[in-house]
């Protein structure tokens, strides 16, 4: 497949009143503009967990829905989780310039629908971006104003059995993310923040530290 880098966004200027009064009422400082977040870290780390309790505090942060070639896993809805959709039609969106980022992890594709970020950046909000280490270096250069996040777990052992634990993987899957785990933990310094989900409230606190500082 052939493939051009990600255009970007036009603007981050605009103001969204509901996102300030929520983060005001919240004891933080009100942002004006949108704003764009990258959240990353191994398969089977806590990103899911984490970003659900945070929005569930914070329910006007938007999350991107990615689109992948992975088939849904049990419970998984097609236009919540992920839009789900062949590689056919995958390629056809990188061929017309339809995607954020996009890259490939464990032998299926992932990538970020440009035009709802940018609806939601321009309407002023927050956007999380949960995707793997290639995506969010590209992010890195065409967003260099984005936040990076960069979620640790406390231990390879304890991510293998989070993994396993969670069992919605199958065992090459699982194989598949353990190997690309260790390259993405090598990676965590190229990140702003690193946090180690170990006690979930730890990690959550870390994380809003994280996003609402100054
Ligand atoms: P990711 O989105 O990074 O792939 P998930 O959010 O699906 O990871 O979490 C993987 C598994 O780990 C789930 O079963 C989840 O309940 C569990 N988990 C998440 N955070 C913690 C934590 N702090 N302590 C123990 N288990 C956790
Ligand atoms: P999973 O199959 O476990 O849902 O996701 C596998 C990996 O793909 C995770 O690291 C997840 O963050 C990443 N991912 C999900 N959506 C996207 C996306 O749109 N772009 C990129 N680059 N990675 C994504």
Do not use: C
């Not at 603007?11 to 005001?24: F, I, V, W, Y």
């Not at 977040?37 to 780390?45: K, R």
């Not at 190229?190 to 870390?206: K, P, T, W």
């Amino acid at each position: 497949m052939t493939v051009s880098s990600p255009a970007p966004l036009d603007t981050l200027t605009l103001e969204a009143e509901d996102e300030r009064q929520m983060m005001a009422q919240a004891g933080h400082h009100t942002p004006r503009r949108g704003r764009l977040i990258v959240f990353t870290g191994p398969s089977g780390v806590g990103k899911g967990t984490l970003l659900r309790s945070l929005r569930h505090r914070y329910p006007a942060l938007k999350l991107s829905v990615s689109a992948t070639t992975r088939s849904p896993r049990p419970g998984e809805v097609d236009g919540q989780d992920y839009f789900f959709i062949s590689r056919d039609a995958f390629e056809a969106m990188v061929e017309q310039g339809e995607l954020l980022e996009w890259a490939e992890f464990a032998g299926n594709l992932y990538g970020t629908p440009k035009a709802s970020v940018r609806q939601d950046i321009e309407a002023g909000h927050w956007v999380i971006l949960e995707i793997e280490l290639e995506g969010a270096r590209q992010v890195r250069h065409t967003f260099p104003d984005a936040m990076q996040l960069f979620v640790m777990p406390p231990s390879l052992e304890e991510l293998e059995s989070r993994i396993r634990l969670r069992g919605k993987d199958a065992d090459d899957a699982i194989e598949r993310r353990l190997q690309r785990a260790l390259v993405e933990i090598d990676a965590a310094s190229e990140f702003d923040e690193q946090i180690v989900n170990d006690d979930l409230e730890v990690a959550l606190q870390h994380l809003e530290g994280a996003i609402f500082k100054d």
